[in-house]
C-alpha cells in the first residue's frame, strides 16, 4: 500500500511586498538605538563622572534599625 498523503500547508508564504506595507506608518527606533544602515555616531560620548556619596546609607539604616528598637521597647 502506498499512502500519498501530504501535510497541509499551515503558514501562508511570506508576502513578496517590502516592509513595511505602503501607506503604514513605522514608528523611529528609539533615541540612541544602532541603526543597521546609519553610519556610527562620530561624536564620543563625554566620560561619566561618578562621586562618592559617603557612608549615609548606613546611616540611615542605623538609624532606621534603632528607630525600631526603640519604638517597640517603648510599645
Same mark, same amino acid.
Do not use: I
Given at each position: 500500500?502506498?499512502?500519498?498523503?501530504?501535510? !497541509?500547508?499551515?503558514?501562508? !508564504? $511570506? $508576502?513578496?511586498? *517590502?516592509?513595511?506595507?505602503?501607506?503604514?506608518?513605522? *514608528? !523611529?527606533?528609539?533615541?540612541?538605538?544602532?541603526? +543597521?544602515?546609519? !553610519? $556610527?555616531?562620530?561624536?564620543? $560620548?563625554?566620560?561619566?563622572?561618578?562621586?562618592? +556619596?559617603?557612608?549615609?546609607?548606613?546611616?540611615?539604616?542605623?538609624?532606621?534599625?534603632?528607630?525600631?528598637?526603640?519604638?517597640?521597647?517603648?510599645?
Amino acid at each position: 500500500m502506498s499512502y500519498s498523503h501530504q501535510a !497541509p500547508e499551515v503558514y501562508p !508564504p $511570506p $508576502p513578496s511586498a *517590502a516592509y513595511p506595507p505602503p501607506g503604514q506608518y513605522v *514608528a !523611529p527606533p528609539p533615541a540612541g538605538y544602532p541603526m +543597521r544602515d546609519a !553610519p $556610527p555616531n562620530p561624536q564620543n $560620548p563625554p566620560p561619566v563622572e561618578t562621586k562618592s +556619596r559617603g557612608d549615609g546609607f548606613w546611616k540611615g539604616c542605623c538609624a532606621a534599625l534603632c528607630c525600631c528598637c526603640v519604638l517597640d521597647a517603648c510599645f
